[in-house]
Structure formats: C-alpha cells, structure tokens
C-alpha cells in the first residue's frame, strides 16, 4: 500500500511539473537515451505561447492577441454617475494630450476605472506613467497588470 501511494505521488508530481512548462521548455528539457533539441527564436515569440488568439473580421475590426501585460490607470471611482461621467472624462484628457495611445473606461465592481495602453513590459508602462505625470492633468497614476490587446497587423 505504501508502495502504491509513492508511485501515485511520483506520477502525479510529475504531470504537475510537465504542465508548468510551455512547448519550447519541453523540448528542450534534456532527458536520459534522447537527443537533444535546441530551439532559436525571438523570445517574444515564447512569450506568445499560450496566449488567446481573439479577431473578428466581420465587423472591419482588426485581429488582436490578447496575454498578459500591463497597463496604467489614471482613475478610479466608485460606482455612481458621477465616477463613471469622471472616468470618460478623464478619458478624453488623455485621448487629446497622448492621440495614439488607447483608453479604456469600464466598469469593474464596485468602481468605474480609465486605463491607458497596452504595454507588453513594465518599463514602458512607467515611461508612460511618467509622460503622464508630467503633463501635470494627472495626478494618481499606476501601473497594474491586467489582460492586454496586442494587434497582429
């Protein structure tokens, strides 16, 4: 009995470790009487791996990869009328100092949020954040990590 219960721990330990790593790690892993696989590549493109691949073509809209990444949030309120008119507000500020970067306004209960940019590293989310600051109109800026949109243009 005690045999069985250190062959299923074993067993199951093992699958566990497997799952935590992506295709690229797997193959590369080095195991005993096999060869050995080296893979050369951007590794953007490893961090790619595992990511959800969302477009819609129907409605002109372009295809975008969402993963993780970061963005900055230059408001947050609480759920009344008046954090959600102050959150699209604040939206607008940002879409006429920064026009290319994009805004999010949304609703997370239980607060109204305005998040900026889609930035695959936390160093460009803080350049941003202190562009931002510097304008002066912003004040209490972050940077959180969150889901972001990646265009595949």
């Not at 989310?125 to 510097?134: I, V, Y």
Request: with cysteine.
């Amino acid at each position: 009995m005690r045999y069985i219960f250190i062959l299923c721990f074993f067993f199951g330990s093992t699958l566990f470790a497997s799952a935590q790593r992506n295709i690229i790690e797997s193959l590369q892993h080095n195991r005993a009487g096999e060869g050995i696989v080296t893979v050369h590549q951007d590794p953007r493109i490893t961090g790619l791996i595992g990511s959800l691949y969302v477009g819609n073509t129907v409605n002109g809209e372009r295809k975008v990869l969402k993963t993780r990444g970061y963005r900055v949030q230059v408001y947050a309120g609480n759920n009344s009328r008046i954090a959600r008119n102050e959150a699209h507000n604040i939206g607008t500020k940002v879409k006429a100092e920064f026009p290319d970067m994009p805004v999010y306004t949304y609703f997370q209960p239980p607060r109204w949020l305005c998040r900026v940019g889609d930035f695959r590293s936390i160093e460009e989310a803080d350049a941003t954040m202190r562009s931002l600051k510097a304008t002066g109109i912003f004040k209490e800026v972050s940077i959180v990590r969150e889901q972001i949109n990646i265009p595949l243009d």
